[in-house]
């Protein structure tokens, strides 16, 4: 029997309360304690997704667009986006709402791409994503985008010679010297 699940089925939701202790020196949350939040949300969402352990694979750019407060509210909202034959993309967001004016802030948005394990830690097939609307077709069609972006990133490190004259020579466009 061919095992399916929905977006819906996958979606999470975690709110916390921003204390002093999450804090950096400039009194803002520390970015990285974000990341720490949205690797356990991804982790959750893609193994309630798929009823498996999961592993983070990769993580795509995680630009910080507005800091957060001590203090306020911070919300993670994740779905699973796509999913491959063992792998998930899980879409995150993440927002902060200051309690007392009730104002809600864009934060932070990115993707983790979480592999299924079983309990020898072998890659584990994930059920097959049912698209309800065509907001998750367009998220869907994002994750494939963003896979073969990744794929042709890949291809390119492995093939590309930075020793040649013309990769030296093309550095001096940059802000370095060098000095061989």
Known sequence: ME?????KASKITLTELMLPSHSNFSGK???GYLLSLMDQIAFA??????????VTASVDTVNFLNPVEIGELVTLKASVNYV????MIVGIRVTSQNIQTGKIKHTNSSYFTMVAKDADGNNVKVPRLILSNMEEVRRFYEGIKRNEQRKNMQEHETTFDYT??????????YNVIIDL
């Not at 095992?3 to 977006?7: A, D, G, K, M, Q």
């Open 3 to 7: 095992h399916t699940n929905t977006v």
């Open 29 to 31: 949350i520390h970015g």
């Open 45 to 54: 969402c893609a193994s309630k997704y798929s009823g498996c352990y999961c």
């Open 84 to 87: 491959g034959s063992t792998s």
């Open 164 to 173: 040649t004259p013309e990769a030296l020579e093309n550095l001096k466009k």
